[in-house]
């Protein structure tokens, strides 16, 4: 259902519709809970061009690579990088994060990338 939805939320905003062939939202949401192991719960599994997502994600794949964005709820902490040096201050590391975006190819759920949004 929600793939109808967004398919004619993406129809009504003249962009194209999804090719024909790929996972189902089900599938999807499947695929990205594998890659994401701390995820508690799914907020939501949009399709659309990769270009669609921002932030440069784009130039690990080609723009008009069709994925799937599910985002997952749980904790996600980021790293704080390596350990301080003897005589450095600690680094302070940011709250984890509260959910974390899955880009997963659109036909076959190969996992492309995930990125971690701050609170």
Known sequence: MMMTLISATLLGCGAPAPPSGGLTEAEAVAAARQNA???TG?????????????????????????VWAVVVSGTFPFSCGPAPTPGES?????????TETVLLDYRTGAFILSYSHGE
């Open 37 to 39: 192991s701390d995820a």
């Open 42 to 66: 799914v907020v939501s599994a949009t399709v659309g061009p990769i270009s669609a997502f921002g932030t440069g994600h784009q130039q690990v794949v080609p723009d008009d690579t069709w």
């Open 90 to 98: 600690p680094r302070i590391c940011p709250k984890p994060a509260t």
